[in-house]
């Protein structure tokens, strides 16, 4: 069983930067949350990883005040796991990808924001400690009590919002991501659910 959760966990986290990394390098418009990380790194430094937890860490306290609860801690080491790994793609893996026309880059976000909500899809399978940002997902759908792709839908326009005031790069990318990402996790969520039960009870079997 824990390895299951562990093989879910960490290539569910691994799609998901992948599918980050390709939306960033699409250039016509970053996911708002990534838009603010990327507006940060260039404006101040460290890398889009390094961002992805500092901005991660703050949103964890903010979900502690939704939830009424004491910040997760642990969903730390989860943002570490998601900022190395974007940086292993935008900074090695990817590095040298070079997109030409504007279809490509359309294609290339659109690819991305389908693989970044399956990773998503997939991570959260193994009820390990969440990233921040799904976790905000979740605090809004607890606190007001709205279905999960609503919650992530004002998640991201939160962040588009932020992304905006920090000088993110912010296009119809952006607006596709914001109102896209929420609907597809929720399609995709209940098939991996399913596979993670199936498994589960092959394992007992």
Do not use: H
């Not at 893996?93 to 490509?104: Q, T």
């Not at 659109?110 to 400690?129: D, E, H, N, T, W």
């Not at 920090?166 to 991501?177: L, R, W």
Request: positive net charge; charged residues 10%.
């Amino acid at each position: 069983m824990i390895v299951r959760r562990i093989t879910f966990f960490c290539i569910g986290l691994f799609i998901l930067a992948f599918g980050i990394s390709l939306m960033i390098i699409a250039d016509v418009g970053a996911g708002a949350w990534d838009a603010l990380n990327v507006g940060l790194s260039e404006s101040m430094g460290l890398t889009v990883g390094n961002w992805v937890i500092v901005v991660g860490s703050i949103v964890m306290f903010v979900n502690a005040i939704l939830l009424k609860e004491r910040p997760a801690f642990l969903s730390i080491g989860t943002i570490i796991v998601i900022g190395f790994f974007i940086d292993f793609w935008l900074l090695v893996a990817l590095k040298n990808v070079n997109l030409e026309g504007l279809f490509m880059q359309i294609l290339v976000l659109l690819g991305g924001l389908v693989i970044a909500s399956f990773g998503v899809s997939v991570y959260l399978q193994a009820k390990f400690p969440l990233s921040p940002l799904d976790n905000l997902m979740l605090a809004i759908s607890k606190r007001f009590k709205l279905k999960v792709g609503i919650s992530k839908t004002i998640g991201e326009a939160t962040g588009l919002v932020l992304a905006l005031l920090f000088g993110g790069p912010i296009g119809i990318g952006t607006v596709i991501v914001t109102f896209g990402i929420g609907p597809i996790i929720q399609f995709f969520f209940p098939y991996c659910e399913k596979l993670m039960k199936t498994g589960v009870k092959a394992s007992r079997g």
